[in-house]
C-alpha cells in the first residue's frame, strides 16, 4: 500500500501564491513520477505538472510561468504563484512506481481545496 498525504489547503487572493505539499510513504521501492491534477466543479480533472524521477517537468500551458512543481526524494511541492480565481479546484497528487517486490502502483491524494478569490 502507498499512501499520498497533502498539505497546503488554502484560500487566497487573486496575485497571491500558495504552496501545496504531497508526501508519499508505504512500501515503496521507486518512485518513476509525480504529479498534480486539479478539478474544478463541472470540470474534469486535469494535469497540471508533472515531475520524473530524472527532475524533467512538464506543465499545462495555462500555468506555465505560474507554477513550479519539485521534489525530493518522496515528497513533491507545488508552488503557485500569481494565482488567479481560475486556479480555484480541488488539487489532487498523484504518483507511480514500483512497490517493494517490484509490483507497480499509481496513488492519488486525498485533495486539497484551492479557492481564489477575493
Known amino acids: 500500500q502507498v499512501q499520498l498525504v497533502e498539505s497546503g489547503v488554502g484560500l487566497v487572493q487573486p496575485g497571491g501564491s500558495l504552496r501545496l505539499s504531497c508526501t508519499a510513504s508505504?512500501?515503496?521501492?521507486?518512485?518513476?513520477?509525480m504529479a498534480w491534477y486539479r478539478q474544478a466543479p463541472g470540470n474534469e480533472r486535469e494535469l497540471v505538472a508533472t515531475i520524473t524521477n530524472s527532475g524533467n517537468t512538464n506543465y499545462v500551458d495555462s500555468v506555465k510561468g505560474r507554477f513550479t512543481i519539485s521534489r525530493a526524494n518522496a515528497k513533491s511541492t507545488l508552488q503557485m504563484n500569481s494565482l488567479k480565481p481560475e486556479d480555484t479546484a480541488v488539487y489532487y497528487c498523484?504518483?507511480?512506481?514500483?512497490?517493494?517486490?517490484?509490483?507497480?502502483?499509481?496513488?492519488w491524494g486525498q485533495g486539497t481545496q484551492v479557492t481564489v478569490s477575493s
Open positions: 498523484n504518483a507511480n512506481g514500483l512497490r517493494v517486490g517490484w509490483a507497480p502502483f499509481t496513488s
Open positions: 508505504g512500501s515503496i521501492f521507486s518512485i518513476n513520477a
